[in-house]
């Protein structure tokens, strides 16, 4: 649907249950919100008992490639680590050990023997087989308690084809491909050292299951500004090497969103090198006309380091999840978690919701 609708843009020129937090402020936070009705017009605010407030710690702010990725296994962030976690050398193998009948062994996976990615890389496209799976994941870690990950579209006839785009860290990454059948898993790990860079001040990755097709990942720079073309990250603006301009003119505080999908699972990433003082803000759009109500996660990564993985289940199409905030130069997040029905306002005036947001 997005695929018509740009083409025609050419030619003329979310009631849900309550989501799942985890954070990285020494508490175990399990933020969530009652369950709400499908007519309901909004969600109320999570509980804020525990604070929901979160900072990044300023030692993670230091070059990603400067430290072991054999560190990942010793984070303390309770955010959930990927599955695997101790194992972060190359090498390929069964879960359980002696295993009849998992996955066969992976090929065509020539992506992931690169040792070291270009310099500028933000993302690594990955395909192959795993034969007899019938569903894969992704996970990519890094040294500094960094990690996100995801499902991917696979060959639901058991032919274990895969294919995805991955955003990467600054310096070492953890890639790990899961693929699994009803006798087990084969888990393929592989440490490729992403472009040597000094951290980014922000990520934001979404995921989303195989109900969902095309969720839309925003990242606005003032409350009430989706789908504006000068003050929102997102598919029509920020797709471009140069991303979206904001604060002094240049590369370094522009927001880009590499990685863009527009049909089951995603991801979708949008990365900022140096955020300029104030408040970000993180949104998602259940973009297509088409799609069942979608279960959605949202990792925030702020100095390389994971702050939160938020869950959204059951989030309908044409809603939009208002996420959290951003402070700089605190690297504070801070829950919102509200979506609201924009299914009478959808592409009025803009290129999907029209309503006025908080």
Known sequence: MRTIFVALCL????????????????????????????DSPSLDAPSTEDTGVFDAQEDGATSADAASADAEAGCTSTVAMPPYSDRTMNEEFTDPPVCTGCPSPYADVEELSVATLPDGATSLRVAGTARGATQCEWFVSNSSCGHTGGRILTDPEGGGQFSTTLPVFCGTNVVRIVCRNDRGARVLVRRIEGPRCSGRDLRVTLAWDMAGLDLELHLLRAPRALNSMTDDCTWFT???????????????????????????????????????????YVMVEHWSRSGQPSTADVDIIVRERSVARLRRSMFPRQWVWNVGTITFPEGRFTPTDTALDCNASWMTTSRGCDLPLP
């Open 238 to 280: 920020c797709m471009s090497p140069a991303g979206l301009e904001w604060g002094a003119p240049g590369d370094t505080d522009n927001p880009r969103k590499d990685i863009d999908n527009t049909g089951s699972f995603g991801p979708e990433n949008i990365y900022l090198d140096r955020a300029p003082a104030g408040t970000y």
């Open 11 to 38: 030619l003329l020129c979310a009631c849900s249950q309550g989501p799942t937090l985890a954070a990285v402020d020494g508490s175990d936070a399990n933020v969530g919100s009652d369950a709400a009705t499908m």
